[in-house]
């Protein structure tokens, strides 16, 4: 046998030769690293080979790899803004600015950081995505902090855009204090308990060693602004002198008219990565558990003022999904939860819900758009935006962000009643005829309990699930054909006529130890299982406030455990798009599922308003 003309046999003696050349060199290198005969120290520059081949690899990988998608708005002022304060905060130190140079720590780096203002126009805009958003291994160059925040990384690109053609002082006025009438110092005092940040956590990566790297709260940082104890002013380069976002055109929320507790809760949840930012996650973690509390009550005693900043959306339009909603596709009126009555620091602060007339526009529109494409959760244990928002278009967005922005701050918003128009005498008529087999005239459900007791709810809840039948959102075969033979107006009748039945109890025999298992679950939860208390949800003022939740107290034994183990199986993470169940339901076991039934079951029913439309 030949290859090349050349025998078999040969050619074996130069592949043995070969393969034993390849031994000997890579004995001889694992020599060397084991020896560490390498030195890997920065004193001196690369040698010109390695920075050729290091460089020439960075260059070739990130042409490769850019961003194709680029927003047409980078010349915005409010982004060159806002990437403005984050590059002097995190990329400055390193990469000078326009008329400034590098510190002699960053000039001591191999490779030296490159002054951006000098080559910034060797990179395309979507590779300067790539490069802030991926970082580059063998520097000194960082990931973004956080993944999924597309929108913070092109604000910083904005910037840096302008950098070859922006003057020293332009860029130092865009940095320079803002002039506040009052700024209150706000001491580190107590650290209060260390937070486990995961902030660099990504999904399907393991961290690095504890031993190695601490990823915890409080941190420190290149400046401790937090121990300085200035951290008003720090806030106020993005978020302005008065709170509102004007330093950044609305491109930061307005501050003042969220609440105390809703701030520090949200500092909180950007601290333990609950919450993800690349710039914000940086700023909370350097700051103590009572720096976090002080700055909510202080943007909480602010007055209430408009953000700035404009976008293109229908009012009218707005104002119909935030006080109606979208009935056909599930979606709540905005204002159930965003009213500005007490909600969000009153009886459901434990939601997280944010006050929103007068909040930035701009604002409003990127959170919803990170809702939709699931990159924004939060540490409340409710979180329904994510299914609301993928069900608004951009237009509607466009359209919620302007009527919010538009309504004076502070002000109390009403829903308005889907069922205004519905007639409870003809919706008898309709439950006589296609709901009494099941759920009885009385609401009262089946004698054996598994169909659940409708007198408990009001008429929007009962409302909202059979149109989730009807369009199969909440999957139930018999529910969704019955559904589906009425008409809209046949359901809202039938809604209206159960929803204003007064809650009645059914009393049924239900083991006393097994009832109080449930209590403390239903009003504290199980905090290593990640089970939040029942009641945060289900107790009596969220579900008074908010009418979409359902009501518990006093329902059927059977039909609840019934349910929460639906929940719990494979198919119950769709059984109701806007719900967490899924995931709480499968953190419980089967006993302390049926002990929370138990509990519910033998409550009192709450009262509701049964006051005939």
């Given at each position: 046998?030949?290859?090349?003309?050349?025998?078999?046999?040969?050619?074996?003696p130069?592949?043995?030769?070969?393969?034993?050349?390849?031994?000997?060199?890579?004995?001889?290198?694992?020599?060397?690293?084991?020896?560490?005969?390498?030195?890997?120290?920065?004193?001196?520059p690369?040698?010109?080979?390695l920075?050729y081949?290091?460089?020439?690899?960075?260059?070739?990988?990130?042409?490769?790899?850019?961003?194709?998608?680029?927003?047409?708005?980078?010349?915005?002022?409010g982004?060159?803004?806002?990437?403005?304060?984050?590059?002097?905060?995190?990329?400055?130190?390193?990469?000078?600015?326009?008329?400034?140079?590098?510190?002699?720590?960053a000039?001591?780096?191999r490779?030296?950081?490159?002054?951006?203002?000098?080559?910034?126009?060797?990179?395309?805009?979507?590779?300067?995505?790539?490069?802030?958003?991926?970082?580059?291994?063998?520097s000194?160059?960082?990931?973004?902090?956080?993944?999924?925040?597309?929108?913070?990384?092109?604000?910083?690109?904005?910037?840096?855009?302008?950098?070859?053609?922006?003057?020293?002082?332009e860029?130092?006025g865009?940095?320079?204090?803002r002039?506040?009438?009052?700024?209150?110092?706000?001491?580190?005092?107590?650290?209060?308990?260390?937070?486990?940040?995961?902030?660099?956590?990504?999904?399907g990566?393991?961290?690095?060693?504890?031993?190695?790297?601490?990823?915890?709260?409080?941190?420190?940082?290149?400046?401790?602004?937090?121990?300085?104890?200035?951290?008003?002013?720090?806030?106020?380069?993005?978020?302005?002198?008065?709170?509102?976002?004007?330093?950044?055109?609305?491109?930061?929320?307005?501050?003042?008219?969220?609440?105390?507790?809703?701030?520090?809760?949200?500092?909180?949840?950007y601290?333990s990565?609950?919450?993800?930012?690349?710039?914000?996650?940086?700023?909370?973690?350097?700051?103590?558990?009572?720096q976090?509390?002080?700055?909510?009550?202080?943007?909480?005693?602010?007055p209430?003022?408009?953000?700035?900043?404009?976008?293109?959306?229908?009012?009218?339009?707005?104002?119909?999904?935030?006080?109606?909603?979208?009935?056909?596709?599930?979606v709540?009126?905005?204002?159930?939860c965003?009213?500005n009555?007490?909600?969000?620091?009153?009886?459901?602060?434990?939601?997280d819900?944010?006050?929103?007339?007068?909040?930035?526009p701009?604002?409003?529109?990127q959170?919803?758009?990170?809702f939709?494409?699931?990159?924004?959760?939060?540490?409340?244990?409710?979180?329904?935006?994510?299914?609301?928002?993928?069900?608004l278009?951009?237009?509607?967005?466009?359209?919620?962000?302007?009527?919010?922005?538009?309504?004076?701050?502070g002000?109390?918003?009403?829903?308005?009643?889907?069922?205004?128009?519905?007639?409870?005498?003809?919706?008898?008529?309709?439950?006589e005829r296609?709901?009494?087999?099941?759920?009885?005239?009385?609401?009262?459900?089946?004698?054996s309990?598994?169909?659940?007791?409708?007198?408990?709810?009001?008429?929007?809840?009962i409302h909202?699930?059979?149109?989730?039948?009807?369009?199969?959102?909440?999957?139930n075969?018999?529910?969704?054909?019955?559904?589906?033979?009425?008409?809209?107006?046949?359901?809202?009748?039938?809604?209206?006529?159960f929803g204003?039945?007064?809650?009645?109890?059914?009393?049924r025999?239900?083991?006393?130890?097994l009832?109080?298992?449930?209590?403390?679950?239903?009003?504290?939860?199980?905090?290593?299982?990640?089970?939040?208390?029942?009641?945060?949800?289900?107790?009596?003022?969220?579900?008074?406030e908010?009418?979409?939740?359902?009501?518990?107290?006093?329902?059927?034994?059977?039909?609840?455990?019934?349910?929460?183990?639906?929940?719990?199986?494979?198919?119950?993470?769709?059984?109701?798009?806007?719900?967490?169940?899924?995931?709480?339901?499968?953190?419980?076991?089967?006993e302390?599922?049926?002990?929370?039934?138990?509990?519910?079951?033998v409550?009192?029913?709450?009262?509701?308003?049964?006051?005939?439309?």
């Amino acid at each position: 046998m030949k290859i090349f003309g050349y025998s078999l046999k040969s050619l074996i003696p130069g592949f043995v030769a070969t393969v034993a050349l390849a031994a000997v060199g890579g004995v001889v290198v694992l020599g060397f690293v084991l020896a560490g005969a390498i030195s890997v120290a920065a004193t001196w520059p690369d040698p010109k080979i390695l920075y050729y081949t290091l460089h020439t690899t960075f260059k070739n990988s990130v042409w490769w790899r850019a961003a194709e998608d680029v927003p047409g708005d980078l010349d915005d002022e409010g982004r060159i803004a806002l990437g403005a304060q984050h590059y002097a905060n995190a990329c400055a130190k390193c990469h000078g600015g326009p008329g400034l140079g590098q510190n002699p720590q960053a000039l001591a780096m191999r490779p030296r950081p490159q002054h951006l203002p000098a080559v910034v126009d060797q990179f395309s805009d979507g590779e300067l995505h790539y490069i802030l958003n991926s970082g580059v291994r063998m520097s000194a160059m960082p990931a973004w902090p956080t993944y999924g925040r597309e929108d913070e990384i092109w604000n910083v690109v904005a910037f840096i855009r302008q950098l070859p053609e922006m003057t020293a002082e332009e860029y130092t006025g865009l940095l320079q204090d803002r002039t506040l009438a009052a700024t209150p110092e706000i001491p580190y005092g107590e650290r209060g308990p260390v937070i486990d940040n995961g902030i660099d956590d990504a999904p399907g990566q393991e961290r690095w060693p504890r031993e190695e790297y601490g990823y915890f709260a409080p941190s420190t940082e290149w400046r401790d602004f937090a121990i300085q104890g200035d951290v008003v002013q720090r806030c106020a380069a993005c978020h302005g002198a008065d709170g509102s976002g004007e330093a950044t055109n609305g491109r930061a929320p307005n501050l003042t008219v969220l609440s105390s507790d809703y701030i520090t809760d949200a500092l909180t949840d950007y601290a333990s990565g609950a919450r993800r930012s690349g710039i914000m996650q940086i700023v909370a973690t350097n700051l103590s558990t009572e720096q976090r509390v002080r700055l909510g009550e202080y943007y909480d005693s602010l007055p209430d003022v408009r953000a700035p900043g404009t976008v293109d959306g229908d009012i009218a339009l707005g104002r119909e999904i935030a006080t109606t909603g979208k009935v056909l596709a599930a979606v709540p009126a905005c204002v159930t939860c965003h009213n500005n009555d007490e909600v969000g620091s009153g009886p459901v602060a434990s939601l997280d819900v944010p006050n929103l007339a007068g909040q930035s526009p701009i604002y409003i529109r990127q959170q919803l758009e990170l809702f939709a494409a699931g990159q924004r959760q939060g540490g409340a244990p409710w979180t329904p935006m994510t299914y609301i928002a993928s069900n608004l278009s951009t237009d509607e967005m466009d359209a919620v962000a302007s009527y919010f922005a538009a309504e004076e701050p502070g002000q109390v918003i009403e829903a308005q009643d889907r069922l205004a128009d519905a007639n409870i005498e003809a919706g008898l008529d309709v439950v006589e005829r296609v709901c009494d087999e099941c759920h009885t005239v009385a609401g009262l459900g089946s004698q054996s309990g598994d169909v659940p007791n409708l007198t408990m709810q009001g008429p929007d809840y009962i409302h909202q699930q059979l149109v989730k039948f009807r369009e199969d959102i909440r999957p139930n075969s018999q529910m969704g054909q019955t559904a589906k033979q009425l008409s809209m107006e046949e359901l809202s009748n039938a809604a209206a006529y159960f929803g204003n039945l007064p809650a009645t109890g059914v009393g049924r025999d239900i083991d006393a130890e097994l009832a109080a298992a449930g209590s403390d679950i239903a009003q504290y939860g199980i905090e290593d299982q990640n089970v939040p208390a029942c009641l945060t949800c289900h107790g009596p003022n969220p579900t008074e406030e908010i009418s979409i939740l359902p009501r518990l107290h006093g329902q059927n034994y059977v039909y609840l455990n019934e349910r929460l183990d639906q929940f719990a199986g494979d198919s119950g993470n769709d059984l109701y798009a806007l719900s967490p169940m899924h995931r709480i339901a499968t953190r419980m076991t089967g006993e302390q599922r049926e002990a929370v039934a138990a509990w519910f079951s033998v409550q009192e029913p709450l009262v509701k308003d049964v006051s005939a439309r």
